[in-house]
């Protein structure tokens, strides 16, 4: 028992034509094999990588099994193995998961980051899968995590806002699991770890120093072509083709007239030999030429190659690779390696069988061991042992009996998603959303969380990452919902500004107010699913009336900054406003400043006399004198900043300077006017003199 150092390794590669055994034992970086076995099968119990008949190669995993126990002097009682890829599917999904702010980044962040990736990948399967098969997750890669947005070859112990995955999670049908389970039990043996056969191959046939490169790996076995890509320092792709070796030994025998096994032969020896003798199925003696045999098979690789090249190009973006490692008994045909390079646009020399040169990590301690490319899936598939030991396993999930994957590392979740059990359930659920718009914007209130998930495992208390056995019992009651958002008008933030206007000469605070779909409404609106809100910054004179509780009739005048109005007039911010009976007598040059579609430059136009000036001075002040002798004066000012003169008339008020300065009422700028005159807040009306400092400004 001590002759060997380190646990031994058993792994079984059950392949379309033969069944290939190998034991060995891993010390530091070196992998030392010390017993191989290699047993073909009797008759054609497998097809396309697919068991046919479970007890002949149950059989056959017997035999290797009985002799590999003879050269180890020791029993096998667990085994490692790879399942073929006819029905590998993969899905390759990206995802991300925002903390809302920077936290340490732990191995259950990540393992939930993995777990979604999963999730969403299986999701994204069974909306393509076209069949009517169940399959199962078997094992997932990652290609690439993020930190912030950028590549991260490690996010443990990082600090990050946001953290992202890109994921490739492979799918296979239960019914080619069940199938490689029960045929290695019928010879004693339990599965110690299933990997995928291009995951095992690419183990040892592409060292992670050169995944760097883009580089494909083709394994030909007999009846698939199983393909993985590099790039980048990771395993970006993996894909099949289901036509392998079998192709040509089938075109073999039917151009030599033999059965199966006899054309087996032929191919071997069609490599090796000039001419290869056989007899056909009529017991005559044949002999074919090695040059013959190329010829007949020539079309078959040439089609093969063009799926694999086709296939290789898909997988890696729709353009080919670098290079091409070829392994597996079925890449050895004279030609193949040359057609390939052909159908791939590169030069030949970068497409190679890959054998004894990439097992440079590999020790043999049998005198006799066989080191070509016929070894380099078996040998991976034990080196896949050291990379995750992993097994099916059956719990229970609300009284249903499932199977799992088990990758030492399970919990509820992938529980729940392998049982179906919606995602929603897992997680509580907020109550519907509330879409709404205010001042033109969108924007969304979302709805209360419910009630987590009640889980137990083993009638204790636990969560979904809560680790699962074999055979746990796992109940999930189903999160709630929580209450639907909810909100009135007063809880908004723009709610509760208000504004000032002058009325009859009284300074009024209002409040700014909501119009909702087009209709004023209070705070204590409830606010409903599209609703569109405007806080306006304007009342119309009829909702200042209102707000004072002051009835306007029909005789009575409204000004709004001194120019005639009515109800549904806008007044802004420091807009004055009037109501009386009694007609007020104004300047000509008197300004209507709603900020709507009156301006200054509606006023009537000066025409040069003197007559209407007195007339409205005279009425306005009770007086009979004119104003310096009806001689028209001439007077500069200072308007913000600059030099402005008037001109034309006997006396000047506030509001003339606005017929000589560039300043636009028509779309307000600000919440109101500011006018000032020599540093104090001025009237509309009130006299101006030469030599006065004035200043006028929207307010913000």
């Known amino acids: 028992m001590m002759k060997f150092p380190g646990q031994l390794v058993f792994g079984l590669d059950i392949g379309t034509r033969s069944i290939v055994g190998t034991v060995g034992y891993r010390v530091g970086e070196r992998f030392h094999v010390i017993a191989q076995c290699i047993r073909e099968h009797e008759t054609r119990a497998m097809l396309d990588g697919q068991i046919h008949d479970i007890h002949k190669v149950g059989n056959t995993i017997n035999e290797v099994k009985s002799r590999l126990e003879e050269k180890i002097g020791r029993p096998l009682k667990d085994v490692c193995i790879a399942a073929a890829g006819r029905v590998l599917r993969t899905v390759t999904t990206s995802v991300e998961y925002d903390f809302g702010s920077d936290k340490e980044v732990t191995g259950e962040d990540i393992y939930a980051l993995d777990s979604m990736g999963v999730e969403k990948a299986y999701q994204e399967f069974l909306e393509t899968n076209d069949t009517d098969m169940k399959f199962y997750c078997v094992g997932y890669s990652v290609v690439r995590y993020y930190m912030n947005h950028y590549p991260m070859g490690n996010l443990e112990g990082h600090k990050a806002k946001v953290i992202g995955a890109d994921i490739i999670a492979t799918f296979l049908p239960d019914d080619v699991v069940d199938g490689l389970h029960k045929a290695v039990g019928l010879a004693g043996l339990e599965v110690a770890n299933l990997t995928l056969e291009p995951i095992a191959a690419i183990q040892v046939a592409i060292p992670e120093m050169y995944r760097m490169l883009n580089i494909a790996l083709v394994d030909v076995g007999a009846g698939t072509s199983d393909i993985s890509i590099t790039k980048d320092g990771s395993i970006v792709a993996y894909g099949m083709i289901p036509i392998a070796g079998d192709a040509l030994t089938e075109v073999i025998a039917k151009h030599c007239l033999v059965d199966f096994k006899t054309a087996e032969q032929i191919k071997r020896e069609a490599g090796e030999k000039e001419s290869i003798e056989y007899k056909d199925i009529m017991g005559l003696p044949q002999l074919i030429s090695g040059e013959e045999i190329g010829k007949v098979v020539e079309p078959v690789i040439q089609e093969m190659t063009k799926q694999v090249a086709d296939k290789i190009k898909e997988l890696n973006g729709n353009k080919s690779v670098s290079a091409v490692f070829v392994v597996g008994g079925g890449g050895k045909m004279s030609g193949y390696t040359d057609s ?117 495992v083993n009638g204790q208390e636990a969560d979904i990452y809560t680790p699962v056995h074999a055979n746990d019992n796992i109940k999930v009651i189903e999160s709630t919902a929580g209450e639907a958002a909810a909100l009135d008008i007063n809880q908004l933030p723009e709610y509760g500004a208000t504004m000032w206007v002058e009325v009859n000469e009284k300074k009024v605070e209002l409040p700014e107010f909501a119009s909702v779909n087009g209709q004023l409404q209070s705070g204590y609106y409830s606010i409903k699913e599209n609703d569109r809100i405007e806080f306006l910054n304007y009342y119309t004179v009829r909702q200042i009336a209102e707000f004072m509780d002051v009835i306007i009739n029909k005789n009575m005048n409204i000004y709004v900054n001194n120019k005639l109005a009515d109800m549904e ?132």
């Open 340 to 456: 390939l390079a052909a159908e791939l646009g590169i030069q030949k020399e970068r497409v190679a069988v890959r054998g004894e040169e990439v097992m440079q990590g590999i020790e043999f301690l049998e005198a006799d061991a066989r080191k070509d490319s016929l070894m380099v899936t078996p040998i991976g598939i034990c080196l896949s042992f050291y990379e995750q030991s992993n097994n099916f396993i059956f719990v229970y999930f609300n009284e249903q009996r499932i199977k799992l994957y088990d990758n030492n590392k399970l919990a509820v979740v992938d529980a729940a998603m392998q049982a179906e059990f919606s995602n929603d359930g897992l997680f509580p659920k907020r109550g519907r959303e509330l879409n709404y718009f205010v001042n033109g914007k969108a924007r969304i209130t979302r709805g209360a969380l419910g009630e987590s998930a009640v889980i137990t």
């Open 569 to 700: 007039t806008k007044v802004y911010e420091n807009f004055s406003v009037i109501w009386t009976m009694e007609e007020l007598q104004l300047s000509d040059r008197d300004v209507y400043g709603d900020g709507t579609s009156d301006t200054f430059e509606n006023l009537p136009e000066d025409n040069g006399t003197d007559e209407e000036a007195l007339k409205t001075t005279e009425e306005l002040s009770g007086q009979t004198e004119i104003p310096n002798n009806g001689i028209p004066l001439s007077i500069q000012v200072t308007v913000n900043g600059s030099p402005v003169h008037l001109e034309g008339k006997t006396e000047y008020v506030y509001v003339d300077v606005f017929q000589y300065i560039d300043f636009d009422l028509s779309s307000p700028q600000g919440s109101g006017i500011v006018t000032n005159l020599n540093g104090r807040p001025a009237q509309y009306m009130e006299p101006i003199h030469s030599g006065d400092v004035i200043e006028i400004y929207w307010k913000d």
